[in-house]
């Protein structure tokens, strides 16, 4: 019998132990091939609040048990098995390699010294992985510094670089690898020039976030404690610290700070502080991570007593200050802030004082949402989100009027329009600019301050992709269940004609304010060339509309994620966009909440459902290994009303026998640490044992994967051309269709 758990007296937890594991009942069978049922349930009951809640896979969170091991692995095979007999598969999967094989170099992650070097990945056409290189100049010859097929031949197991960066003076380069798209891994420091090592790889590294000094003699970057790994799951990334690496005396297990060295700090166990070097002082600015919280804190102290373990920190803004976003230079630090302003304003501090009661407003809220802040040498940039499209702003460094007076903003004129991220340095006046659409690929120039002029950035050979029709994106606003309008980018043919008989995925996130932005996605392209329609769901929960918008889709109003993902379906369905035997809904990671609980409230309207990487079980959802750093975003069961909203939005828990589901693929990386392989596990066990096999229920496993980062391109494209097989098969469309044995 399980230890019985209390909190405050509030609740309690009473568990129904069960022993070993019960025949498995007889199996199902879907195109010909053969899928084992799901194992069979062991109930565990739980009290929270005065409520009961079932919890029948509760056996299933052992992913090491070897009945549970042997099972998963009967899942993946047959579920490959039934995918590699859709007829239409292979017809995308080459589609999507043609694309990446005309497509040209792919150039990602651009980063540049002080000296003008260089780095950047870049992935060739045809080649699964990316390679860091690097360049003096613009101009200079490419050189390769880290290619990560080297660390997959000598060690057996897809490896990927996952981070990288490079020193001040582009001397020295720190960078992640990892194996089988596992989110821990090592991190290297070498010579640039060399390639030799200079220190011995560090281990335990989730997130480097590497900072260096500005003289390029250390660097400050992020580690798991020792032995985490069989610490319990909910401890396992609790206290990550933050550690110096003098390299002059390289000590790597040098830890600075983490949430328990300072307790007068009252931060919980899954703060995490990004300590750097405050540049203009001899201080070290810290600024602590919530978990998934968007909202910062700030704290400073004299450098040498950070690296002696003994710093004095003062509060430079608190976590209810609602700041956003930190940058600094120019002797002032600038901070993106949501205070009084759910759509963003930009303020100043001067350093040292660093008092946020004198803080200058530079950039006041607007109609538009404020994005994202790059410093350059000389200017501050600011994107702007203006409907679907975004503004670049300048603001000079020295263009202050006074406290709470705006500065004088200039906006840019672009050379399209479209989404806009840039790339600056505080030690270069030029900034790169990148810009794309739904249907425009991405482009890149470089913004130089003297000019004012926009020059196309070629570091590798351009190649327009080919596009085999006119597609085209509709923006549309959806009237909710509450009659809220949500904001609905569909990407089709321009001569689809809206008659109800086109597939369409529609697509949906809604967590943490994050926003999908723009961009032309070969999968989705793919989708559309051959009839198809693809929805992006701009959801509450995400940020489209500024920090309100997320703030009206988590914890407890998460519900209104899946209302405005029905009230998507049910427009697009009244519209002729489509109908429910033609439509098939997609999310992933916290887009797993989107997609269950929109098909588990309205089965009917939906032919088919793709939950990657998946949050399904909300009730649990805090005993997985990143679950606490998400309460901020979900809640929790310590909370009375957080529990009756996690149970609301657990899809897990809202399913309900005798019901016809719509059929299911679940696509999940095996070695995932931020949504673990059995929020999968669970969720199907209990989709297809309601259903008793009137619909397929498949778990897609990838053993050489995690949540996503470091995939090479060969299995992005597998999994593409799975789900959307798999949603064409069930969507009745000709050329998917399996023959009868």
Known sequence: MRQLLKWSGLLSVALLAFTGHAQTKSAYRFAGVEVAAPMPAQNVQDVYWGKTVDDPYRFLEQVKDPAVVSWMRGQADASDAILKRLPGRQSIFNTLKEKDLVGGTVISGIQRTAGNRWFYLKRLQGQSQATLVWRDGVSGEEKLLVDPELFTKEKGKPHAIQSFHPSPDGKLMAYGIHASGSEIGNMYVIDVATGQTVISPIDRIRFASVSWRENSSGLFFSRLRPGFESMKSTERFADTGRYYLDLKQPNPDHLIFNASMYPQLKLPSFATGGIAELPGSDLAAMVIYFGVDRRLAMYVAKMDDVLAGKAQWREVFKQSDDVREVDMGHGFVYLRSAMNAPRFK?????????????????????????????????????????????????????????VNMPAPVQKLSLPLEGNVTVIASPDHSELVVAISSWTQALRRYVYSAGSGQLVRLNLAPPVEPVQKVEIVAREVMVPSHDGVKVPVSIIMRADAVLNGQNPTILYGYGAYGNTEEPSRSTGVITWVERGGIYAFAHVRGGGALGSQWHEAGHKTTKYNTWKDGIAAAEWMIAHGYTRASKLGIYGGSAGGIFVGRAITERPDLFAVAVPSVPVLDMVRSEQRANGVANIPEYG??????????????????????????????????????????????????????????????????????????????????????????????????????????
């Open 636 to 741: 929790t069961v310590k909370v009375e009303a957080e529990f009756h909203a996690l149970l609301r939005n657990s899809s897990y828990h809202s399913v309900k026998d005798g019901i016809r589901y719509p059929a299911t693929l679940l696509m999940h990386g095996v070695n995932d640490s931020r949504v673990d392989v059995w929020q999968s596990l669970k969720f199907a066990s209990r989709l297809a044992d309601a259903q008793k096999g009137q619909q397929p229920v498949l778990l897609r496993l990838d053993y050489d994967a995690g949540h996503g980062a470091g995939s090479g391109s060969d299995q992005a494209m597998q999994r593409t051309a799975d789900m959307q097989a798999f949603m064409l098969w069930q969507m009745g469309e000709v050329g998917f269709q399996v023959l009868a044995d």
């Open 346 to 402: 930009v303020l100043k501090l001067k350093v040292p004082e660093l008092n946020l009661s004198q803080a200058e407003t530079l950039l006041p809220e607007s109609e538009g949402v404020l994005r994202s802040m790059s410093i350059s040498k000389d200017a501050l940039f600011v994107t702007r989100r203006e409907g679907v499209n975004t503004s670049l702003l300048k603001i000079s460094a020295n263009g202050s009027v006074g």
